[in-house]
């Protein structure tokens, strides 16, 4: 039974992760996108 509980707690550590990566993943690419390109444009 124990080694249930440690393969879930496992699990939900890979899960976070792997989700922390995709969502910075995504947040930058719409930072980079959306919030640098005015200021590129506004100094250009």
């Known amino acids: 039974d124990s080694g ?3 393969h879930y707690g ?3 550590q890979w899960f ?3 989700g ?3 969502i910075l ?3 930058f690419q719409i930072v980079r996108r ?3 390109r ?3 444009n506004a100094a250009a």
């Open 4 to 6: 249930v509980d440690k």
């Open 10 to 12: 496992y699990a939900f």
């Open 16 to 18: 976070g992760l792997c």
């Open 20 to 22: 922390l990566v995709a």
């Open 25 to 27: 993943y995504v947040w």
């Open 34 to 36: 959306f919030l640098l």
């Open 38 to 40: 005015p200021r590129r």
